[in-house]
């Protein structure tokens, strides 16, 4: 919550870390705004502390970002859109991997849904209008989106390995059903790590500004804290860990000369160089983000103080979220520029729709005939 009085600069700053990392950027910009808004570079009559002087960044920022995010919208809701039709619809059944990435296109949907929400939010400079309910669905279905996206992300990696540096056994679990079972529990994963932001976020009125902002209200900064180590601990760090350990298998079988002898092997080396594409670009996108969230909890605790540390972290984590944010739209190109076997299941589905579509047009040419010919005689 907002609190003026003799803590004030000390509040107004941890408005800036009451954001969660896929929430986006509200609360962090929002102390931001508050401070351009309000005049409040100025001395704090109260504490006797200098707020950090700010640029031109988040001008810049209320408009560019929105143009950004419905722009990644757009092309994310037409990409994922395409690889759930490609795999849905194709003839063939899914494999455990289509499995995984097809959900994975499912979470980014979800997410991508959500986005333009946050661009109306901030193009409004943070004044939430769309009410209470929203507030708390549209946050949490980000956050389920982001737990999700990185188990599944991890279950692909785990059946790579599976599949390659354990070809010759494990082949039970690695069956659509469990693939199937799996991505339920990482749903379900997902909303339960959801329930924070179904909790925490409301409305609140910031009488100084006049605005109705969509906030994170934790109860305590300990508890806050708590929440953030979490976070990168469960979304990052774990994730890292075992996406590391199963690409550098993954990497030492597929430059094994006497491994590429087995046919499964072969087989499966196929749909891998996508999965490790997929995983290095994931890491790529969200790293600098949770680097920069870690630096956050750093700055919270008083390891790291000062303008220069505050402004790194607020207007670093504004360029981050940018890049996470394109993640979501970057996986059906990754398909299409790296996945053969998914060029392969697009081209066949599109000859057969023209198939379809040329069949449908020469029955009606048959029966017009037929018509004719008939009302002739």
Known sequence: MLLYGSHNYTNRYAISFLTDSVSMIV??????????????????????????????????????????????????????????IVLCLHKSHCTVPDIYLGSLAGADLLLLACLPFWAVNIARRYHWPFGG??????NSVIYMNLYSSVYLLVMVSIDRYLALVKA?????????????????????????????????????????????????????????????ITLIVIVFLVPVAIISFCTFQILNVLRNNEMQRFKQVRRESKATYL??????????????????????????????SGCTWQNVINNGNQIAIFLACTNSCINPILYVL????????????????????MSSWNFTDSVTTQTTSAKSN
């Not at 200098?50 to 640029?55: F, I, L, M, Y």
Request: with cysteine; glycine share 6%; aromatic share 14%.
């Open 338 to 357: 790296v996945g053969k076997q998914f060029r392969n299941k697009a081209k066949e589905l599109y000859i057969q729709s023209i198939a379809r579509r």
């Open 27 to 84: 609360n962090a910009t929002l102390n931001q705004s508050l401070t351009a808004s309000s005049n409040l570079s100025a001395v704090d009559s109260s504490s006797g502390s200098n707020s950090c002087p700010e640029g031109n960044f988040w001008e810049w920022l209320y408009t560019f970002q929105p143009i950004y995010i419905m722009v990644v919208c757009i092309t994310g809701l037409v990409g994922n859109s395409f690889v759930l």
């Open 275 to 304: 999965v490790l594409v997929v995983l290095l670009v994931f890491i790529i996108c969200w790293m600098p983000f949770q680097f920069l969230r870690i630096l956050g909890i750093f700055y919270e605790i008083k390891l790291l």
């Open 133 to 138: 309910f929203l507030c708390r669905y549209v």
């Open 168 to 228: 010759l056994g494990h082949g039970r679990i690695r069956t659509v059903s469990c693939a199937k079972i799996n991505c339920f529990f990482i749903w379900m994963f997902g909303l339960l790590m959801s329930c924070p932001a179904i909790i925490f976020r409301e409305v609140t009125y910031i009488q100084h500004l006049n605005i109705s902002a969509c906030l994170l209200n934790h109860p305590n900064i300990a508890w806050k804290l708590q929440m953030d």
